[in-house]
């Protein structure tokens, strides 16, 4: 972690704090201030903790190199550890395994005040990211959370299945895409890359096809500088990647676009017949160095069953904007679940989905 403080760089990765000039480079500051993992700053003052398991400690006014021995207090809960903190709207944010504790400084001889204790803790420090004003993270019951003021708002209810199957979720880490107003969480161990708009409150995956299989993007950070968007290579490799809008491959790799969706036949839970589907699609114009009308493809499973066969279906001619794509019936099921990838060159947006469906009773 890292902050700027009197146009110093202070950098903490849980030993040493160590200041960084371009005269000096990299060194320890010639004090004595506490092992950090986690760095902040706020009312001119350096807050630093873990150190250890519980306390958090802060400079004198205006100083990043005095470190008072009295100027440090605990978290509520002892045997929790502190496993993140960020500065938020002049409030220090305290992430521990079980709750996110708010600080103000509010003078006087404590300086800083508990303000507030949010029974939502956090898995995967590396979750938390700012979204402008606010915060969200990856907190202790596998769920996404954001910050609502002073308190904690669930915000991936709609993912909770496929957050509860993750085998390690502990590995998670947060990338905020600003300018398409998304969230990036990626869990390396599992494989997998859960997308939240925080502006529609909508959730999606991105992977990447490669070797035959979905894998993770490829990318593992991600920064703007202005209009241009930059990725770092998620291997190894030292790469820097550009994002374009119009592309037509990805450096040279097909695109493929995977989408997933559930869809309840009734309110009530009962089963249902389905005879009959329909995909609405609106599409763009066709990329003119391809020689076949765009496809994609589409598989389903019923009430969490195998999937079906994967089947090809054409997006339409070249003139039908809004084609319907057909589906044979299918089956008996309480809800199904849908796969579709797209893999053409096409600007394209499923729109509707029509099931004819008969209720079968309980």
Known sequence: RWVVHDNVLLIATGGDIQRYSLINGLRKLVTDPPRAKYLS?????????????TTFQWTTPGSHTSWPALSSTTIEDTSDYIREQRVLNNRLLLFTDHTVETWQNTGGTAVFTRSSISPKGILASDSL?????????????????AMEGSGVTPISLSMQRELKS??????????????????????????????????RKSWSEDNEWARGCWQLPPYGAYG???????????????????????????DGTPIRVLRKFRVRLNAEGHLGRISKGQFRVTRGQQDPNSE?????????????????DTEELSIGNEEDH????????IGVAREIEFEVVETDAVKWLVTDLMLTVRGLGR
């Open 41 to 53: 700053v706020l009312n001119g003052m350096v807050i630093a903790s873990g150190f250890d398991r």
């Open 224 to 250: 703007e500088v202005g209009t241009k968007r930059y990725m770092l290579d998620r291997a190894a490799t030292g790469k820097l990647f550009t994002r374009s809008d119009d592309a037509y491959d990805d």
């Open 166 to 199: 993750l085998a390690v979720p502990e590995d998670c880490y947060g990338m905020h895409l600003r300018a398409e107003s998304v969230v990036a969480w990626v869990f390396p161990s599992d494989g997998r890359c859960f997308v939240y708009d925080y502006v």
């Open 292 to 308: 076949h009308p765009p496809k994609f493809l589409v598989r389903w499973r019923l009430d969490n069953g195998p999937w079906s």
């Open 322 to 329: 809004s084609p319907y794509v057909p589906l044979e019936p």
């Open 129 to 145: 990211v700012q979204i402008h004003d606010t915060l969200a993270w990856l907190g202790d019951d596998a769920m996404f959370y």
